[in-house]
Structures are given as C-alpha cells and as structure tokens.
Nanobody, 121 residues
C-alpha cells in the first residue's frame, strides 16, 4: 500500500508564511508528478502547484510569485512554501502523487488526508 502524510498547516496572519510537507511511503517503485490541491468551503478543488520528477513546475495564477513547490526525491517528499498569505488562500490543502507501485508495477494517483490552512487576523 501507499500512504501520503501531510503536515504543516495551521492558522497564520495575512502576510505570513507556512510550509507544507507531504511524505509518501509504502510499496513505491517510482513517483512521477506530485502536486498540491486546495478546496475552500463552497468552492471546487483546484490545483495550486505541481512538480514533475525532473523538477519542472507549474502554478495557478493566483499564487505565482508567492508559493514555491519543491520535492526531495530521496525522501519521496513534496513541499509547498507559502509566503505573503492572503485570506483567500484559506482552504484544505491536499497533496497528490502519481505513484508506480513495486507490486505489479501498478500506477495511479494517491491522495493525502488534507491539512487546514487558515489565513486570518
């Protein structure tokens, strides 16, 4: 089995920073793209940032220049550094990883449990 465990969410004032982490573990042969999604109350889930195994990144326009996604392939971990946070960044953030398992070389996406980020004064 494959598990993704997130950490780093919390309450922060506008203008502040948070760093999210998502560690993958289990029967992993290879991890392809990894990404962070968020869903605010009453809104659809959106892709915030993604990174390929080679390090190419893309971001939703609303976070460009403020958020940075990175990964440590040796640790099977993806990070999201969030700076200059705004109240509209408030949401549940979830990581996703495109994983190929050792057993049978099955490949599919896996999700973390989500972590709450609240930006408020």
């Amino acid at each position: 089995q494959v598990q993704l465990v997130e950490s780093g969410g919390g309450l922060v004032q506008p203008g502040g920073s948070l760093r999210l982490s998502c560690a993958a573990s289990g029967s992993i042969f290879r991890i392809y793209a990894m990404g962070w999604y968020r869903q605010a109350p009453g809104k659809q889930r959106e892709l915030v940032a993604a990174i390929t195994s080679g390090g190419s990144t893309n971001y939703v326009d609303s976070v460009k220049g403020r958020f940075t996604i990175s990964r440590d392939n040796a640790k099977n971990t993806v990070y999201l550094q969030m700076n200059s946070l705004k109240p509209e960044d408030t949401a549940v953030y979830s990581c996703n990883a495109d994983v190929q398992k050792i057993t049978g070389r099955e490949r599919r996406g896996y999700w973390g449990q989500g972590t709450q980020v609240t930006v408020s004064s």
